[in-house]
């Protein structure tokens, strides 16, 4: 199975303040048909995970633009420019690439 | 709108079966694949088992191979996941989602326990 590794796992942030998430995977994520199946989400306390980004860098809809993603092969970013508190939670890359799908750790979003 | 609301959860005894739904609106139901996906209390995400819109392929996590069988109604735009056999690592928030991962219902929780 693919292993996604994000780092970190525990992230610190005051508000306004820009952060990045690294999602590596153990082997690379280009599919044949020439996409790259590499999503983000955001799951709030007590919440269903919500999807932020699909296919690396595309936002989803009404996902606010301060969310981003990048990257390609293996590693993988996700970036906050300008952290809000409803931004708060666990934060995980997922891959549906090679199956079976497989989800990173996570990286909780807290503030400092 | 978009909505998916499970149910059919609750508390099992290890060994016995257990029968989820996902009941779909607000899309064409019978033109998309779904997922069903759990989360192991104060754990991280597991992709479970996805089947095609039309129910003739379906694809299982080896954990589940052989217990669990993910099934479809279109005509009541419903999913489903038959859970035999169950261990006490099926406990879990099973939740169900749309092809891309963009609409996941609220959760239904599956306690396995004596």
């Known amino acids: 199975d693919v292993v996604l590794t994000q780092t970190p796992s525990i992230l610190s942030a005051t508000i306004g303040q820009s952060v990045s998430i690294s999602c590596r995977s153990s082997?690379?994520?280009?599919?044949?048909?020439?996409?790259?199946?590499l999503y983000w989400f955001l799951q709030r306390p007590g919440q269903s995970p919500q999807r932020l980004i699909y296919l690396v860098s595309n936002l989803g809809s009404g996902v606010p633009n301060r969310f981003s993603g990048s990257g390609s092969g293996t590693d993988f970013t996700l970036k906050i420019s300008g952290v809000e508190a409803e931004d708060l939670g666990v934060y995980y890359c997922m891959q549906a690439t090679h199956a079976p799908w497989t989800f990173g750790g996570g990286t909780k979003l807290e503030l400092k | 709108e978009v909505q998916l609301v499970e149910s059919g959860g609750g508390l099992v005894q290890p060994g016995r079966s257990l029968k989820l739904s996902c009941a779909a609106s607000g899309f064409t139901f019978s033109n998309y694949g779904m997922h069903w996906i759990r989360q192991a209390p104060t754990k991280g995400l597991e992709w479970v088992a996805s089947i095609s819109p039309s129910g003739g392929s379906t694809y299982y996590r080896d954990s589940v191979k052989g217990r669990f069988t993910i099934s479809r109604d279109n005509a009541k735009s419903t999913l489903y996941l038959q859970m035999d056999s169950l261990r006490s690592e099926d406990t879990a928030t099973y939740y169900c989602?749309?092809?891309?991962?963009?609409?996941w219902g609220q959760g239904v929780m599956v306690t396995v326990s004596s």
């Open positions: 082997q690379s994520l280009l599919d044949s048909d020439g996409n790259t199946y």
């Open positions: 989602a749309t092809p891309s991962f963009d609409y």
